[in-house]
Nanobody, 128 residues
């Protein structure tokens, strides 16, 4: 069992920045050796992949709409993943979720069904 808790959301104006955090706990016997991802869900829309990072942090993946604006990173010593969001736009408004991918094979990071544990989400609202 992995417990994930997101934080860092809020209400900001367009062009501002936010940094989300996701702290993982539990299942310490496998350490931090699993990929993690960020997804978001806007009202009335399906959950959308945002970014993912391998356990080493050497490989990162992004949806096209956030490339160049968002950066995913992790600090395994702190069991924490981050999402630095710059140049925020109103269309970035959503509940942001972090997820851990323990049991499925490598790859397919953009698919929500590949992730095994999810946080409760943190609201990001960007006003125009």
């Amino acid at each position: 069992q992995v417990h994930l808790v997101e934080s860092g959301g809020g209400l900001v104006q367009a062009g501002a920045s936010l940094k989300l955090s996701c702290v993982a706990s539990g299942r310490s016997n496998i350490g931090s050796r699993y990929p993690m991802g960020w997804f978001r869900q806007a009202p009335g829309k399906e959950r959308e992949f945002v970014a993912a990072i391998t356990w080493s942090g050497d490989n990162t993946y992004y949806v096209d709409s956030v490339k160049g604006r968002f950066t995913v990173s992790r600090d395994n010593a702190k069991s924490t993943m981050y999402l630095q969001m710059n140049s925020l736009k109103p269309e970035d408004t959503a509940v942001y979720y972090c997820a851990a991918k323990l049991f499925s094979p490598p790859g397919n990071y953009e698919y929500a069904n590949q992730y095994d544990y999810w946080g409760q989400g943190t609201q990001v609202t960007v006003s125009s």
